[in-house]
């Protein structure tokens, strides 16, 4: 089955850098879009990121865009988003998802706090 584990958020200081990480396994990794996902306290699951298969696309939302980068390896089944200059917007629990056959997938999270 789908299985989808993210690592590496934590608490940063505004202005501060991630890098999450986003195992994946019970698929073909290297024929799947990739895509972040994250939710703030109080609000809806908002589309953050997506990079293609062979990683040639990526798309992000406007609110991150030159901010955070994309990026996968399909030898190790991994998704990355390398995260810069954090503010205090940005803190939420980060998903990792993959829409494989009609159904999307979800992760379990990893939480990110941007806080001084």
């Known amino acids: 089955q789908v299985q989808l584990v993210e690592s590496g958020g934590g608490l940063v200081q505004p202005g501060g850098s991630l890098r999450l990480s986003c195992a994946a396994s019970g698929f073909t990794f290297s024929t799947q879009t990739m895509s972040w996902y994250r939710q703030a306290p109080g609000k809806e699951r908002e589309w953050v990121a997506d990079i293609s298969m062979s990683a040639v696309l990526t798309h992000y939302a406007d609110s991150v865009k030159g901010r955070f980068t994309i990026s996968r390896d399909n030898a190790k089944k991994t998704v990355y988003l390398q995260m810069n200059s954090l503010n205090n917007e940005d803190t939420a629990v980060y998903y990792c998802?993959?829409?494989?056959?009609?159904?999307?997938?979800w992760g379990q999270g990893t939480q990110v706090t941007v806080s001084s």
């Open positions: 998802s993959v829409n494989k056959s009609g159904s999307r997938y």
